[in-house]
């Protein structure tokens, strides 16, 4: 018999409790009789206090590296070898930076069958990217195919969607060190997990996002883990510069701070796409794909994370558990239910979005269309490739039909939402099923 869950405790709510016992002790017996009689008033002066001392313990543990501690922690890692960056894409930019001043000038193999921004980093480092097909069951570069040239400093292996493959890492990984590059693990949609051998990561610099449409949420911060067996004529200079990352100004903090109010706003005003990019250049909003990450730039350098995100992802990270298990069975539920489609080797793991693969790119097409007018976020991560689509494919050094079995993949992809109950997953998959039979 299937046993409840324990519902997931709030990090703050134990050192809540304490605090407030600490300030009634405390606090209640210098207060004069009238105010010890008004509860109301009472409560007001206490919370007040509290909040204020929770803010003070909660930026103290930030200080002492508690974001590497938790991450380390949920990891099996060690913190010492954690960073936090205000966005995964910054972490990569860094890492390429440094390969590019201590080995030169070469080439990163990556992927099209991602987000422009992950391709961003490899040019604003000054490196070229170069591209190989994926593989129909991962949708990461295949290991079998890749030809990895000799001017290569790195090699991405992207877990896409969240679906992480140990035994193709490890021999993308093999492919890599074979040619004197880095592993470079993009883990933006499997935050927490890594490809492991025998327990032990298998990159030699992982990438993890927090941001906008990942499995947490918190819409900003990143972080960076880098192996301690990592060559240290590139370990030390990555590690001192995650270490000097400057804050982020105040103009971003508050777009950032207001990002979810903004976009209840500008969502319903007419006209709100067009105040977005006006916001957007005053930097006063910070969209998930700005401008110009479409034309093969960044649109901040490298930076860490603010007191508040950093505060954000803890808050996220103690909750992970419980929302990687809603995942995995919302996921579970699809796989179940659309057996016999073309789709990746999922493995019941917490997805990002659970993907599959139409027959046709008109039956793709249909079935996303139908599903969202319908009310279902049905996506087409990623089409086109280089997702939303680079404004100049020439700047990426992509040419379109060069790619034939990623580019058939990127035609036929659908991927379905998993923030929704399995309930509802069940419901979305029998529709699925009717409109591909339709």
């Known amino acids: 018999m299937a046993t409840e869950e324990p519902t997931p405790q709030s990090p703050g709510d134990a050192s809540e409790e304490s605090i407030l016992k600490d300030l009634a002790a405390d606090e209640v017996a210098k207060l004069p009789p009238d105010i010890v009689s008004e509860p109301d008033e009472l409560h007001g002066i206490l919370g007040t206090e509290r909040r204020e001392q929770l803010k003070r313990r909660m930026d103290d543990a930030l200080a002492a590296g508690e974001l590497a501690r938790v991450l380390a922690e949920r990891t099996a890692t060690q913190p010492e070898d954690w960073f936090g960056v205000l ?16 080995r030169g000038s070469g080439s990163v193999l990556t992927q099209v069958f991602t987000c422009a921004t992950a391709v961003d980093p490899v040019l604003e480092a000054g490196l070229e990217p170069r591209y190989g097909e994926v593989a129909r069951a991962t949708l990461a570069l295949d290991a079998d195919r890749l030809e990895v040239p000799a001017d290569a400093r790195a090699v991405v292996v992207q877990h ?8 193709a890492t490890a021999r993308l990984r093999a492919a890599a060190h074979r040619a004197g590059a880095i592993l470079l693990e993009d883990s933006a949609h499997a935050a927490t ?8 990561p298998l990159a030699d610099v992982s990438v993890h996002s927090f941001g906008a449409e990942k499995l947490f949420g918190t819409k900003f911060g990143g972080a960076v883990w880098v192996s301690p067996e990592l060559d240290p004529a590139l370990r030390e200079p990555l590690v001192a510069a995650l270490r000097a990352l400057p804050a982020p100004g105040v103009r971003l903090r508050l777009a950032m701070r207001t990002y979810r109010a903004q976009l209840r706003v500008l969502s319903r005003l007419p006209g709100g796409a067009g105040l977005r990019e006006v916001l957007t250049r005053l930097g006063l909003h910070e969209p998930p794909v700005a401008p110009v990450e479409r034309a093969g730039r960044l649109a901040h350098p490298p930076l860490r994370p603010s007191r508040w995100v950093e505060r954000t992802v803890l808050d996220a990270l103690a909750w992970s558990g419980h929302e990687q298990a809603r995942r995995a069975a919302t996921s579970a539920v699809y796989a179940r239910e659309l057996a016999g489609l073309d789709m990746p080797a999922v493995d019941g793991a917490p997805l990002v979005r659970f993907p599959f693969y139409a027959p046709d790119p008109a039956a793709a097409e249909r079935v996303v269309e139908t599903l969202r007018v319908e009310g279902v976020l049905a996506g087409r991560w990623y089409r086109p490739a280089l997702f939303p689509g680079p404004t100049d494919p020439a700047l990426y050094r992509y040419a379109p039909g060069s790619l034939p079995i990623t580019e058939d993949l990127v035609e036929r992809v659908v991927n379905l939402p998993t923030t929704v109950s399995p309930r509802e997953a069940a419901r979305v ?6 409109l591909l039979e339709a």
Do not use: P, Y
């Open 87 to 102: 966005k995964a894409r910054s972490g990569m930019e860094l890492a390429f930076r440094v390969l590019r001043e201590v």
């Open 160 to 167: 896409t969607f969240g679906v992480v493959d140990d035994a």
């Open 193 to 200: 997990r890594m490809a492991r051998r025998a327990g032990a």
């Open 429 to 434: 998959a029998r529709r699925v099923r009717e």
